[in-house]
């Protein structure tokens, strides 16, 4: 297989404990042309295989050409890579986004050339989204969000 590169990235995801601190804290540091909003969300993925269902604060922003977006995990019907972040003590980036319409291309050229796999996969509105486990590399997640 040809060498694959991404040619950007398209969001950055931070997750934290406290969203509302959080938002004040990125709204006096970052200047965001908008108000940041805080809205509540219900995920349901399959984490490594399993269905999972957890309910989130989020506030997704553009800032910089890039999608902003720190989450707060609420409650949880089991684990899933937010929960497995938190549970290791770790807060801050998680994840870096890229918009794709090839993002089996990527799958199968990160298993194939690496070893990482899918993590996570689920469905938000039109759009399909797979976390590959990068952290050992790169010390976060690369998340394919497929439109």
Known sequence: MSILKL????QIGILVRDIEKAAKFYGAL????SNLNI?????????KGKEVTFKMKKIMQNFGGKQ????????????????????KGQMGLHHLGIYTKNAQKFIEYFKKEYGID???TGKAGKVDFYYL???????FYLELIAF
């Not at 970052?30 to 042309?33: G, H, Y």
């Open 7 to 10: 040619e950007k990235f398209d």
């Open 30 to 33: 970052l200047d965001f042309k």
């Open 39 to 47: 809205v509540e969300q219900s995920s349901t993925v399959s984490y």
């Open 68 to 87: 902003f977006e720190i989450v707060e995990v609420i409650e949880s019907t089991g684990d899933h890579l937010y929960k497995e972040f938190l549970d």
């Open 118 to 120: 899918v993590a996570q």
């Open 133 to 139: 486990d990068t952290r050992d590399v790169i010390g």
